[in-house]
């Protein structure tokens, strides 16, 4: 019966890496017995002749799945999402067309860049939970293309909040609020607000605890700048703001806004009833980026308390886009929502490639 494997198409970025469709187990070597009539007695001597096996293919493969990998590198062609070229490099492979494709498509749109800062996976699967699917044969009107971290990227924002500052005073949160509310729509940012919900569970916990006595938790108002908590500015407010600021601010503050443009160009696809049933067990999305102020503030302090949970049950993918490859309106919708997704990323690596005491232009 063809199965799709439940995990499936690693773009090929980060250190987590995950199978696109898996092709089945070999089925071994198989060879041609010699017909009937060479096992007779040889005449004059005694015993049976050997068959003979020249000319036998040495291995035969049995692939599981090739019909769906098939209809999904079909509807990839007609979505313009993958190439006819790539079918003669894939040595006729339908599984090697699919992954090999997606592969190319990310690349089209950015993925050199995203691999920059955001070591992440896109994964096209027939699954989202494999403990929940197991045996369950893979429905080609049914599959995901997910988004999932193999690490989270790092990034030192206060610096960058203090040359805003000095500019404006509302700069910092203007800036803080575009590029994190960009990024927040497609993938998960671990900044100061999830630091501080961690220190409010963390209170909840040991005040149900008559034996806690006093616990000593992490101070995060104390790592946050006074200027990220100000009332962001208006698109008309920052029209009269920018022309009297430095080159290096302008750039930001439009890379910013032109980030958030992008992100917001398509609505993010609603998760099916029955994958949210399939996912109602999993962890909570793995940060693709954590926001820090300072190196090994608060903030990060409770990052790395949280991440030592982060993997104990299977987390929830960044993004789920919902795919079925028999109608042609719902894939290039999906991989329109793919290619925002890169270029977003890729949009919001450059921006952080750019600013000061950010890992890419200055050592830890």
Not at 94 to 112: D, K
Not at 295 to 300: A, L, M, S, V
Request: proline share 7%.
């Amino acid at each position: 019966m063809p199965r799709l494997a439940t995990r499936g198409l690693d773009s090929g970025a980060g250190s987590r890496p995950r199978e696109a469709i898996r092709k089945a187990d070999h089925a071994g070597v198989t060879r041609t017995v010699a017909p009937a009539d060479t096992l007779t007695l040889a005449q004059g001597r005694w015993g049976w002749r050997m068959p003979h096996l020249d000319g036998a293919p040495a291995v035969h493969r049995v692939w599981r799945g090739d019909r769906v990998a098939a209809a999904v590198g079909r509807a990839m062609l007609r979505a313009k999402a993958a190439d006819a070229y790539t079918w003669t490099v894939s040595n006729n492979d339908p599984f090697q067309f699919v992954q090999t494709s997606l592969a190319r498509f990310v690349e089209r749109h950015g993925g050199q860049f995203v691999s920059d800062t955001f070591p992440v996976s896109v994964v096209l699967t027939g699954a989202l939970n494999e403990y929940v699917s197991a045996g369950h044969e893979v429905d080609a009107t049914r599959l995901f293309l997910t988004i999932d971290p193999k690490e989270a990227g790092y990034l030192v924002i206060g610096p960058t909040l203090e040359i805003l500052e000095r500019q404006h005073p509302r700069l910092p949160a203007t800036f803080f609020h575009l590029m994190s509310a960009a990024l927040n729509r497609w993938v998960r940012v671990y900044d100061y607000r999830d630091a501080l919900e961690h220190v409010e569970r963390l209170r909840d916990w040991y005040s149900a605890d008559p034996d806690a006595g006093e616990v000593e938790v992490p101070d995060v108002d104390a790592s946050v700048p006074a200027s990220a908590l100000r009332k962001p500015l208006s698109r008309p407010a920052m029209r009269r703001v920018l022309p009297g600021c430095s080159g290096d601010v302008q750039s930001w503050m439009y890379q910013a806004m032109a980030l958030e443009r992008l992100a917001t160009r398509i609505p993010r696809p609603p998760l099916p009833e029955q994958a949210q049933v399939e996912l109602s067990d999993s962890n909570a999305q793995l940060p693709c980026l954590l926001v820090v102020f300072s190196r090994r503030d608060n903030i990060e302090a409770c990052f790395d308390t949280e991440a030592e949970s982060m993997m104990e049950v299977p987390p929830e993918p960044n993004l789920i886009i919902p795919i079925n490859v028999l109608d042609e309106t719902n894939v290039r919708r999906a991989f329109a929502t793919l290619a925002t997704v890169c270029e977003t990323l890729a949009a919001a690596s450059k921006l952080i490639a750019s600013l000061p005491d950010s890992k890419f232009n200055q050592e830890a």
